[in-house]
């Protein structure tokens, strides 16, 4: 796989865009599954309840984790506006390609991503 794409701004911002909107079709679709869980024991017994909740519990977690996504493509997009995109955000240093092959959004390099 080449990764000449992430030298054309135009290719990057349609690959973050993509993603964005993937993310959030996610959301939108899995609302249901975390809304409140119904406390009515007539209607749903109590370790149903617990399954309810763990799974409430679980798909407010991964919306969480999106929405944390989303804001690092968004700030992957104002790099790219800034001509900024590309540099580690902490140390300034070019962000190795292969890296950002992987994740388009990543803000930091290797270094300073482990440190």
């Known amino acids: 796989m080449s990764d000449a794409w992430i030298d054309d ?3 990057v911002e349609r690959r ?3 993603r964005l909107a993937e993310l ?3 959301s939108a679709g899995s609302g249901e599954s975390r809304a409140a869980v119904e406390l009515d024991q007539t209607r749903v017994g109590r370790l149903s309840r617990m ?3 763990q799974g409430q519990a ?3 977690a991964t919306e969480a984790r999106r929405q944390q996504e989303v804001r690092r493509i968004y700030a992957a997009l104002q790099r790219l506006a800034d001509g900024e995109y590309g540099a580690c955000v ?3 240093e070019e962000i190795a390609p292969k890296r950002l092959a992987l994740d388009p959004a990543v ?3 290797i270094d300073c991503a482990g440190g």
């Open 9 to 11: 701004p135009a290719e």
């Open 16 to 18: 973050l865009r993509a």
């Open 24 to 26: 959030e079709g996610l």
């Open 51 to 53: 399954d309810a909740m």
């Open 58 to 60: 679980m798909a407010q």
């Open 90 to 92: 902490q140390c300034g």
């Open 107 to 109: 803000p930091t390099c």
